[in-house]
C-alpha cells in the first residue's frame, strides 16, 4: 500500500506496474505539490493475491488496510463511519495501462443512515448529502452487489417522469429520499439483505468488487483487442472524496490539454455544474465547454490552466485529465497521456518539439504506429457528397469518413461484416459490452454522449469514424427504426458519416483516399498541405534513429511511385504473378500451364516475355538505384485454371444445345482432362514455387531473359540498376542451385551479349522449415534470404492460410492462441525458426542480407521482433511503410532506454 496526499507521496509515475496507472500518476500529481485528495493505492501485487485466494482479501492485508485507512483520518481529521466528523471515500480502480471504463468504481462509500444524518448537518445541504447516498447506493448495487443497474436506472426514470422532470438536478430532497428508500427496497429485493450499514464491510466489499472487475468479461475483451496481458492485475485506489455535487460553486469535469481530434493548442474537455463524475461520462446530463468555465468560475480555471500546463511540460506528453471543484477549490483527480486521433498525435508531436517541450526522439514515442493508419484514411467525395442530404449533426469525435448499412447491435454489426457487408453501428450510447460491435462496423452513430463518451473515447482509439450525442436521432430499439425528423431508417438502409464533422448524410456516398493520399498521387502541392508537411518532417526524424531499412511489396510501376512517395529505399517482393492477372496475358499464362508437350509450353511462354521486359523495365526505372527483388514465378495453380465444376457444367451445357459445336465440345474436353490432371488437392502444398521452375526451367529462364534485357536496357540509358532474382519455395538448397544455375546462366550469356557488366545476386525466399532448419546449406548458394511468413507461418502451424478463419476465431476468443499467427509473428514457434534461419546463414555467409516480406512486414509487433533479430529490412504493402519506419524507429529507441 502507497499513501499521497498532502503534497507528498509514497509512489511515483514510475510506478503503473505496481500502481497502475491512475495511483503512480495521482502520487506524482501529490509529488509535485498539486492539490489532489489523500488516500493511498492498494497495489496490484494484492490483485494478484486476491485472484490465488479465490477472490479473498487475506487476513493481512485487511490489516494493512485498515492501517492505511487510520493514517488518511488523522491527516484529514476525519473518521470513516464516525457519526460526528464521518470520511468518505472513493474507491477506484486503476490498472497498469488505461482501460476506459472497463473496470469499477464506488463513490460516496462510508455513508450510511447515521454518517448521512451528519453529513446533512455538516454541510447544511439535505439535498446534496441525499443525493450523495441515493448515487452511493446506486453505485454499490451494480459494481459490488451486482444488482442490474437497469433495474436503479428504471426506478430513477420512473421518479422523473412522475415528478415531469428530465433533469437529475431538478430532483427534490424528498424525492432523493424517496429514491433512496426504493433502490434500498431493491437491494433487499435482490438479494435478501440489507443495504450494508457497516462502512467497513462496504470498503472491502468495495475493493473486492474492484479486484474482481479485472476479469469481468468486458476487461477481458479489451485486453485481448489492446494486447494487454491478463495476469497485470488492477491496483485500488481509495481516497478522501471532493464533492462537485456540493452546489451552484461545484463541478466536475474531464480535459485535455489539447483537441484530441486535431491537436490543435487548446484546452479542451467538458464540465458540469453541481454533479459527480460519473455524469460527464455516462453522458446524462449534456456537459459544457470547458471555454465557458473561464466564464463561470474564472479563477478555478485560471488555476485548471496553469496546473495542466504545467502537467503537460511535467510529462513531456499531452494530458488527458479530471478535475472537481468543490465549494470554489479546485482539486485534480487524474492525469495520463490522452488518447488521441493519428491527426492529432502527428500534430502534437511535431508542435511540442518545435515549442521547444521535448526533442525528435520524444516525438517519435508519442505516435502509435498503426495511428498512422489514420491520416491515410478514405474521405468523401466531395462532389458525390453534394447530392447527399446532411441528416443531422453531432459531435465530431472521431475523423473519417464511412458508408455502410444500418444495424443497432453489436452482435448484428459482427454477423453483417462476416457477410461481407459494410456496416454502421447506431447507438443511443455505446457501453465497454459493444467493443466487437464497434469493431467490426466502419464507423458508430450515437444519440447521446459528449466527446469523452465511451463511443468518442474507443471509437478514437480504434481509428473508426464516429458521430456521438447526435440530439436529432431518435431510437426506437424496439421497433427497430431511427428516426431523425420524420425520416425513418431501418436495418439495411444505408447512411454516411463524417466523424471529422460530425455530420451524418442519407445514402452511400463513395469514399476517397485521405489528403496525404491526394499529395502522394499529384493531386495536390505538398507545399499547399500543412498535414503532409508535418507527416514528412515526423517520419524523417523516425529515418534518422532507424536500423531497419524498409522496402514496399510492389507489383506494378504505379505501387512502386506510391511506394517511394512514402519512403519506400527499395521493393523487397515482386510476385511476377500478379502481372499475368491482366486479361490479356492471362491466356498466355493459362496455356503455358495447360501445355503437354515442352514445345507448346516454350512457344506460350516466351509470347509473355515481351510484357514482363515492359513491367520489369517500368518497375526498375521507377526505384531508380534502388535495390528490386524479384521473386520467380509462384502461381498456385489452381488460382490460373478454370474450375472443374464451371468447365462441366459448361462441356453439358453444350452437348445438350441443338447447335452443332463438335470442335468447341472437343476443346472443352480437352481442356477438362487437363485440369483434372493437374488438379491438387492441397494446391497451396502443391506444383508451385521453385517446384514449377525446376519441373519447367523454360519459365526461368524466361523470367531471367526478361529481368536482364530491362535491366541492360536501362544499363545503356545510363541508369544504375541491382536487381536481386529470388527463388520462392525451397526446401534444400538443391532446388535453389537448380534455380540459381538457370537465372546465373542466362544473366551471364545476356551480358556478354551485349558487352555490359550488371551487379546482381540470387537468393531465396525461406518460407518452408526445412529451409529455415538447413539455412546454413542454404546460404552457401543464397547471396540473401527474405522470409515469407505468410507460408512459414502455414507450414509451421500445420494451417491453411486460405481457411481456418472459423476455428481461429474460437482460438483467438478462448486465448488459446494470443493472436492470428498470419498477423503477428508467432515468436516462440515461427519467429524461433527465423531466429536460427539468420545466425545459421550467417555462419555460412557473414554478410548475408536477410528481409522478410511477408504480411508480419507491415505489423509493428514483428517489426520489432525482426529488429531484435538482426533483419536488414522490412517488406511490406506502399500503405504499411509509414507504419513501418516509424516502429523501426521506435525499437532503437526503447532499446536505447532500457540499455541506459
Ligand atoms: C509469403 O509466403 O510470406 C510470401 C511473401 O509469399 P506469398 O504470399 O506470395 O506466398
Ligand atoms: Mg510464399
Not at 409 to 414: D, I, N, Q
Not at 669 to 687: C, I, Q, Y
Not at 747 to 757: I, W
Not at 847 to 867: A, N, Q, T, Y
Amino acid at each position: 500500500m502507497y499513501f499521497f496526499g498532502g503534497g507528498s507521496a509514497e509512489g511515483n509515475r514510475d510506478m503503473k506496474d505496481i500502481l497502475g496507472g491512475k495511483g503512480a500518476n495521482l502520487a506524482e500529481m501529490s509529488g509535485i505539490g498539486l492539490p489532489v485528495p489523500a488516500g493511498f493505492t492498494v497495489s496490484t501485487e494484492v490483485c494478484k493475491l486476491f485472484t490465488q485466494e479465490e477472490n479473498k482479501i487475506p487476513p493481512a492485508i485487511e490489516e494493512e488496510i485498515l492501517q492505511h485507512l487510520k493514517k488518511l483520518e488523522t491527516i484529514t481529521q476525519q473518521k470513516f463511519g464516525d457519526k460526528d466528523n464521518p470520511l468518505l471515500v472513493s474507491v477506484r480502480s486503476g490498472a497498469k495501462f488505461s482501460m476506459p471504463g472497463m473496470m469499477d468504481t464506488v463513490l460516496n462509500l462510508g455513508l450510511n443512515d447515521q454518517t448521512l444524518e451528519r453529513l446533512v448537518q455538516k454541510t447544511e445541504n439535505r439535498r446534496f448529502a441525499w443525493d450523495c447516498y441515493r448515487r452511493l447506493i446506486h453505485m454499490f448495487g451494480d459494481v459490488v452487489l451486482e444488482i442490474p443497474k437497469k433495474k436503479f436506472e428504471d426506478i430513477l426514470r420512473k421518479k422523473k417522469k412522475e415528478m415531469g422532470i428530465i433533469n437529475d438536478l431538478e430532483l427534490t430532497e424528498k424525492s432523493l429520499e424517496e429514491l433512496v428508500s426504493e433502490y434500498k427496497g431493491l437491494v433487499k429485493e435482490e438479494t435478501g439483505r440489507e443495504f450494508p450499514q457497516d462502512v467497513k464491510e462496504q470498503l472491502f466489499l468495495a475493493i473486492s468488487a474492484v479486484f474482481k472487475s479485472w476479469n469481468n468479461p468486458r476487461a477481458k475483451t479489451y485486453r485481448r483487442l489492446n494486447h494487454i496481458p491478463d495476469d497485470l492485475g488492477t491496483a485500488v485506489n481509495v481516497q478522501l472524496m471532493v464533492f462537485g455535487n456540493s452546489g451552484e460553486n461545484s463541478a466536475t469535469g474531464v480535459g485535455f490539454t489539447r483537441n484530441p481530434a486535431t491537436g490543435e493548442k487548446e484546452l479542451f474537455g467538458e464540465f458540469i455544474v453541481n454533479a459527480q463524475g460519473e455524469d460527464v461520462v455516462a453522458g446524462v446530463r449534456t456537459p459544457s465547454p470547458l471555454k465557458s468555465l473561464e466564464m463561470q468560475m474564472p479563477e478555478s480555471y485560471k488555476k485548471l490552466k496553469d496546473f495542466t500546463d504545467n502537467l503537460e511540460k511535467h510529462y513531456s506528453d499531452m494530458q488527458d485529465f479530471e478535475f472537481t471543484i468543490q465549494d470554489d477549490t479546485l482539486y485534480m483527480l487524474q492525469t495520463r497521456s490522452g488518447k488521441r486521433t493519428g491527426f492529432a498525435a502527428i500534430k502534437i508531436a511535431v508542435d511540442m518539439v518545435e515549442e521547444g517541450l521535448i526533442d525528435q526522439e520524444k516525438a517519435l514515442m508519442l505516435v502509435e504506429p498503426e495511428a498512422l493508419n489514420q491520416l491515410l484514411h478514405p474521405v468523401f467525395d466531395a462532389k458525390e457528397k453534394k447530392n447527399h442530404d446532411l441528416l443531422a449533426k453531432g459531435l465530431a469525435a472521431s475523423p473519417g469518413a464511412a458508408a455502410g448499412q444500418v444495424v443497432f447491435t453489436a452482435e448484428e454489426a459482427v454477423a453483417g461484416k462476416k457477410e461481407g457487408k459494410q456496416v454502421i453501428l447506431v447507438r443511443d450510447e455505446t457501453s465497454p459490452d459493444d467493443i466487437h460491435g464497434m469493431s467490426a462496423a466502419q464507423g458508430i452513430l450515437t444519440a447521446t454522449g459528449g466527446m469523452t463518451s465511451h463511443a468518442a473515447v474507443v471509437g478514437r482509439q480504434m481509428g473508426k469514424p464516429a458521430v456521438v450525442g447526435c440530439g436529432d436521432v431518435t431510437l426506437n430499439e424496439e421497433k427497430r427504426f431511427f428516426a431523425i425528423g420524420d425520416k425513418k431508417f431501418s436495418e439495411g438502409d444505408w447512411i454516411s458519416i463524417e466523424g471529422t464533422l460530425g455530420e451524418v448524410l442519407d445514402g452511400e456516398i463513395p469514399t476517397q483516399p485521405s489528403e496525404i493520399m491526394k499529395v502522394v498521387r499529384g493531386e495536390i502541392n505538398p507545399e499547399d498541405s500543412p498535414m503532409y508537411q508535418r507527416f514528412v518532417k515526423f517520419l524523417s526524424w523516425a529515418d534518422k534513429v532507424r536500423k531497419l531499412k524498409v522496402r514496399a511489396n510492389a507489383d506494378t510501376p504505379e505501387d512502386a511511385r506510391i511506394a517511394v512517395a512514402f519512403g519506400a529505399e527499395g521493393i523487397g517482393l515482386v510476385r511476377t504473378e500478379h502481372m499475368f492477372f491482366d486479361r490479356e496475358r492471362l491466356p498466355f499464362i493459362k496455356k503455358m500451364i495447360l501445355s503437354e508437350a515442352k514445345e507448346e509450353r516454350t512457344a506460350a511462354i516466351y509470347k509473355l516475355l515481351p510484357f514482363q521486359k515492359e513491367d520489369f523495365y517500368g518497375l526498375f526505372k521507377a526505384m531508380g538505384d534502388r535495390p528490386v527483388t524479384i521473386r520467380t514465378l509462384d502461381p498456385p495453380l489452381h488460382e490460373f485454371l478454370p474450375r472443374r465444376e464451371d468447365l462441366m457444367v459448361e462441356l453439358a451445357v453444350l452437348k445438350t444445345s441443338q447447335s452443332d459445336q463438335q470442335e468447341k465440345i472437343r476443346e472443352l474436353e480437352k481442356l477438362l482432362e487437363r485440369v483434372k490432371a493437374l488438379s491438387e488437392f492441397n494446391p497451396m502444398l502443391g506444383h508451385r514455387g521453385c517446384r514449377l521452375g525446376v519441373t519447367y526451367p523454360e519459365v526461368i529462364e524466361m523470367q531471367a531473359s526478361a529481368i536482364f534485357e530491362a535491366v541492360i536496357q536501362l544499363t545503356k540509358e545510363g541508369e544504375k540498376i541491382f536487381p536481386e532474382i529470388m527463388i520462392p519455395l525451397i526446401g534444400t538448397r538443391e532446388e535453389l542451385t537448380d534455380q540459381k544455375e538457370i537465372v546465373v546462366r542466362v544473366a551471364e550469356e545476356l551480358m556478354e551479349k551485349h558487352g555490359v557488366k550488371i551487379p546482381y545476386s540470387v537468393g531465396t525466399m525461406i518460407e518452408i522449415p526445412r529451409a529455415a532448419i538447413t539455412a546454413a546449406e542454404v546460404a552457401k548458394d543464397a547471396e540473401f534470404f527474405s522470409f515469407g511468413t505468410n507460408d512459414l507461418t502455414q507450414t509451421t502451424y500445420g494451417v491453411s492460410r486460405d481457411d481456418g478463419a472459423d476455428f481461429m476465431a474460437h482460438y483467438l476468443a478462448q486465448g488459446i492462441w494470443p493472436d492470428n499467427p498470419f498477423e503477428t509473428v508467432d515468436i516462440p514457434g515461427v519467429g524461433e525458426l527465423m531466429k536460427w534461419a539468420v545466425e545459421k546463414g550467417r555462419q555460412t555467409r557473414p554478410d548475408l542480407k536477410v528481409g522478410i516480406c511477408g504480411v508480419h512486414g507491415g505489423d509493428p509487433r514483428s517489426i520489432i521482433f525482426c529488429h531484435k533479430i538482426g533483419l536488414n529490412y522490412v517488406s511490406c504493402s506502399a500503405y504499411q511503410i509509414p507504419i513501418a519506419r516509424l516502429a523501426a524507429a521506435q525499437v532503437v529507441l526503447e532499446e536505447k532506454k532500457e540499455n541506459g
